[in-house]
């Protein structure tokens, strides 16, 4: 790009995915970062906050009210959901394009919203604006959005893992379960009882049983490809491990299958998708950290007569802020790989 680099905004940037939006962009060959915000820290170097970025970003965070005095061309939402909507309502004339990483704009009305989330809803209207930013799913109704509605973390993984066999509707209805693992920055910055090293360390227990939110996100997207409702059992598990989500899905189909023939549908379907991975070996959550990657291996069980089809990707980036660039990239017509193109870091 030639032109003016992208004035961006990163609102919440004292948290995980914030911070990891701050790294993207900053190495981001045609973004300029304008403004970081956090209402806890006003005033302090980002590096203060976040040392890894000390000599490289040490502006000071300023209060999310400085953001609409600025000319911006794209403000991303690291906030928690709940908070997201009212600056998206705010922000809406500021002529900004919004990538809202919280779960606010990803479902399908405010009834629902309310019901799964267990809060009122202040802005509805914002649902029938907000594209769900799954590149996979929607690029080309993401290229021509105003507001996009960042994918959860465990949906993008779950998602990813079956949406070949939805889209050629092969599912059986009501056999699909969806065994989830996350590392704990998916609870984000803030410690609780839950996420504390003494309940981690060493220890692996499911949570959010029968009703975690991100059930209904996963059932209206996957439905959404198959062109008819869908349920799914869906799963949890905190993991002792800072960043990554494994899935495991299971499905039975209404045809026959073998290897071949699964391996050819998911080739298909993600064939000219950079990025995500079809692996010939069951991925593990180290293949893909640190980068943009969805990792998906898919086997037919011959015995059980069942799919079992595992996906990986880090959270806080396929799971958050590398999809959430990978949105913005679309929405202002750059090859979609800019500034994304990290291998993954293993060990
Ligand atoms: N972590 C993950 O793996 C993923 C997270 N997400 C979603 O992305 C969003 C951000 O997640 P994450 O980075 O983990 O969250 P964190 O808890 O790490 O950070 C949240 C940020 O929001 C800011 N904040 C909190 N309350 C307010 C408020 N009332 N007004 C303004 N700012 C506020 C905090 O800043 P301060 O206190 O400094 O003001 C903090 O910087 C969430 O909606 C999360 O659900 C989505 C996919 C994956
Ligand atoms: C490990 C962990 O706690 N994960 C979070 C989900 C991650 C996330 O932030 O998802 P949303 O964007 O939909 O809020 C949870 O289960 O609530």
């Not at 600056?87 to 394009?97: E, S």
């Not at 391996?263 to 893909?288: C, H, M, W």
């Amino acid at each position: 790009m030639s032109h003016q680099k992208l004035k961006v905004a990163i609102v919440g940037a004292s948290g995980f995915t914030g911070s990891e939006l701050a790294r993207l962009l900053l190495n981001h060959p045609d973004v300029s970062i304008s403004i970081i915000t956090s209402e806890s820290h006003v005033g302090k170097p980002f590096s203060d906050l976040h040392p890894q970025f000390f000599n490289r970003l040490d502006i000071p965070l300023e209060s999310a009210d400085q953001v609409s005095k600025m000319d911006l061309d794209v403000i991303f939402l690291a906030l928690p959901h709940g908070v997201s909507m009212d600056f998206v309502a705010k922000w809406k004339d500021l002529g900004a394009k919004i990538i809202d990483l919280s779960g606010d704009f990803r479902l399908s009305s405010k009834d629902v919203y309310e019901e799964w989330y267990q809060k009122k809803h202040s802005y509805p209207i914002g649902f029938s604006e907000a594209v769900y930013g799954l590149p996979e799913l929607f690029a080309k109704k993401i290229a021509d959005a105003r507001l996009v509605a960042n994918p959860g973390c465990y949906p993008t993984a779950s998602i990813l893992s079956l949406a070949p066999l939805y889209a050629k509707q092969l599912v059986e209805e009501g056999s699909v379960i969806i065994d989830a693992k996350s590392g704990l920055t998916g609870a984000g910055v803030k410690a609780n009882p839950t996420t504390h090293f003494s309940n981690v360390n060493e220890n692996f227990k499911a949570y959010g049983i029968a009703g975690h939110r991100h059930t209904i996100e996963i059932e209206e997207q996957l439905g959404g490809i198959a062109g008819s409702n869908t349920t799914v059992q869906f799963t949890p598990h905190l993991l002792p491990v800072d960043r990554g989500i494994l899935v495991t899905s299971y499905a039975k189909l209404k045809t026959e299958m073998n290897q071949e023939k699964l391996t050819e549908i998911y080739a298909e379907y993600y064939q000219d998708k950079p990025f995500v991975r079809l692996r010939n070996q069951a991925p593990g959550i180290k293949d893909v950290r640190g980068s943009h990657f969805c990792d998906v291996f898919p086997t037919w069980d011959e015995r059980t007569q069942k799919v079992i089809s595992i996906s990986v990707i880090d959270n806080l980036l396929k799971g958050a802020a590398s999809q959430a660039v990978h949105n913005m990239n679309l929405m202002f017509d750059l090859p979609e790989a800019t500034g994304l193109n990290h291998i993954p870091l293993k060990p």
